[in-house]
């Protein structure tokens, strides 16, 4: 009951927080997006590159997020951009990179190679090919990967706050600073309740872009 009357008294705070984590989110995720896809496009054409580049990344998802953000705080700090905002997003980009480019890879490779060649068959060029007939296709599996990249990020984020980048986790920080169970708690249910409701509603959007025969290939992902 007390934590009840606790969010209702600071609900305006914690609206502009949420806003504050999906922003955050989602210009990070938004960004690995753009670069991601047409990396894992890319290293479709050379398989000794796909390995070394998705190598790469998974190396990076091992390192923990509080020690990547250790490492970025002297190197951004050259900059003026040590701590807040900076370092948090490029956190989420590198951490979003893994299961986008895996995803877009492993999507455009498994297209069915009649569909290629019925496409050669008429007349498409190679980027004809990609644009018209493989992207479509495998759009419903990069979703999977940035649906992925999102949920997982959601809570990354919330650790950003140990740097000044705002969002959710700020009430879990002073939670834990003040000994106060009722901002540790808003906190930690705020998180979990946003990746729930966000995974939803991706999920929603991704079966929205899978055509119905796709459907059990594309959710297996």
Do not use: C, W
């Amino acid at each position: 009951m007390e934590l009840i009357q606790y969010a209702l008294d600071n609900l305006d705070l914690l609206l502009s927080r949420t806003i504050e984590h999906i922003a955050l989110v989602g210009v990070a995720v938004g960004i690995a997006t753009l670069t991601g896809v047409p990396i894992g496009i890319a290293i479709t054409k050379n398989e000794r590159l796909a390995k070394a580049v998705l190598y790469v990344a998974s190396i990076i998802v091992t390192v923990p997020s509080i020690a990547l953000f250790g490492i970025m705080i002297p190197v951004l700090s050259l900059i003026g951009q040590g701590i807040g905002y900076l370092p948090a997003v490029i956190a989420v980009l590198l951490y979003s990179q893994l299961p986008i480019i895996r995803n877009t890879y492993t999507a455009i490779n498994n297209v069915d190679p009649a569909l290629r060649e019925a496409a050669r068959g008429i007349g498409m060029s190679q980027n004809q090919r990609l644009r018209m007939v493989e992207i479509p296709l495998a759009v419903p599996v990069i979703m999977a990967g940035v649906r992925t990249a999102v949920v997982l990020n959601i809570g990354v984020m919330a650790i950003a706050a140990y740097i000044g980048a705002g969002g959710l986790g700020t009430f879990i920080s002073r939670g834990i600073s003040q000994s106060d169970p009722r901002q540790l708690i808003l906190g930690a249910l705020a998180v979990s309740l946003l990746a729930i409701l966000v995974d939803y509603s991706l999920l929603a959007l991704q079966k929205r872009l899978t055509p119905k025969g796709m459907e059990r290939a594309a959710f297996a992902e």
